[in-house]
């Protein structure tokens, strides 16, 4: 009895285990929501009143000097092309030989870099990165791992911001479950950021 028990458990774990390996960007669609106010909402998240905030280590991307900037060597995130994941995936060479898949991979990397932040992407997703993209750290000089200061959104976004998403959603006629209001935030300030790339 105890024997069977765990059997099913185990195909069950590897059931779910091969659904989840699908392409994470899947799952991070908000059709419902219009793209703009997806990006006021991503611009509610970036410039939150947070010591973690996005603003205040990369800067204000509305701005050409990024005025704010309080950690140097943060990603400059209105050039993609500089960013780690970028060079970790196969850069210029990879992405010109299939555009759209490229695009789909990095978005994810990225998505799940925003909602889990560094130090568990690094612990968790960058197997799976590895493993389904080809993310490579070889391919990015000087590094080994995401810096932890990137926090993410389960880390250092406040409530109060989550509380603000729900209200302007339920005030735009726009119905959502609170339990996916992390990744609509994670979703949200990735395309306010994608709004200002150069």
Known sequence: MTFKFFQIKKILFLFFFFL????FSDDYKFNNIPNDLMIN???EVYFSKSSDSCAKCHGDITKESLEGKEIEQSADLQNPYT???FKALGGENKKNKNPENFNQQFDS???ELII???YDWNREFYKKATKEYDFNWSRVDGKEQYDSQMKGIKISIVKNI??????ILRKEGVKVNRKELENIAAVSVYEFVKNHFK
Do not use: E, P, Q, T
């Open 20 to 23: 989840s390996s699908f392409s």
């Open 41 to 43: 909402l991503g611009k």
């Open 83 to 85: 960013w780690v994941a």
């Open 109 to 111: 990397v990225i998505i």
């Open 116 to 118: 889990n932040g560094a």
């Open 162 to 167: 989550l509380k603000k998403i729900d209200r």
